[in-house]
């Protein structure tokens, strides 16, 4: 079984280099509304395939934007998985408008973004950026066992903290266990429950004090 964790990890960013992050997210956010306003059949219907979006709007994300190629990819992807679940909505008859992306984030891939130990490099519209980790012990716990696969992530900017955050998605596989026991719990009013493992919990106490709230509040009426 296949586990997957995000872990959120705050960046060092070096000065120079944070303009660059910032034009990435606007442009990626840009790509993806491009999608969702151009993306579409003759007959008007939106395209929910990505290798039929890829033909209708990757050479024209490569013209608007300044953005690496595997970035364009990332960001018609990210915009076809929206679309669908609009139009899954509007199958059930839930009204619903186009997807629209204003968040401050960008999404990488393997190819977009390298998970060192300690830093990571990530594709801008300006070449690639190091950036350092600043770590808490939860973060390292994770980062350092070797049997998490570490391979995509997501880039943040939290404006009330005036820095980035790399929300790094890791993975391992598990052994699946499966439960020996089977708990039971039958109600009633003597025993409030039992369980299948044979335990008696008394509702006497129970039936007791709703008698007596019961009684107080026909008094005060």
């Known amino acids: ?12 960013v070096p000065k120079d280099r944070e303009d660059d992050l910032h034009q990435t997210i606007e442009q990626f956010n ?11 059949n003759n007959d008007g219907y ?5 290798s039929r979006i890829h033909d209708e709007v990757y050479h024209d994300l490569r013209d608007e934007t300044d953005l690496p190629a595997n970035l364009c990819v990332r960001a018609y992807s ?19 408008p186009l997807p629209q992306f204003n968040e401050l984030s960008a999404v990488y891939d393997k190819r977009t973004l390298t998970i060192k130990d300690r830093l990571a490099t990530l594709s801008t519209i300006n070449g690639r950026v ?10 390292k716990s994770y980062l350092d066992d070797d049997d998490y696969e570490k391979r995509m992530g997501t880039l943040h900017y939290r404006e ?13 596989e598990v052994e699946e ?5 089977i708990l039971g719990v039958d109600l009633n009013l003597k025993n409030v429950a039992v369980t ?3 335990s008696f919990y008394d509702g006497g106490e129970l039936l007791w004090g709703q008698n007596h709230y019961f009684r107080v509040r026909r008094s005060l009426q």
Request: some cysteine.
């Open 1 to 12: 079984m296949e586990v997957k964790r995000t872990i959120p990890v705050k960046l060092s």
């Open 78 to 96: 990210k915009a076809v998985e929206a679309m669908k679940s609009t139009v899954a909505d509007w199958k059930k008859g839930t009204s619903r």
């Open 160 to 172: 009330d903290e005036d820095a980035f955050y790399l929300h790094i998605v890791i993975k391992k």
């Open 130 to 139: 190091a950036v350092d980790y600043v770590l808490g012990d939860y973060q």
């Open 30 to 40: 840009h790509a993806c509304n491009y999608t969702v306003q151009h993306g579409r």
């Open 177 to 181: 266990r499966d439960g020996d026991k």
């Open 46 to 50: 939106l395209i929910l395939n990505r």
């Open 196 to 198: 299948s493992t044979g």
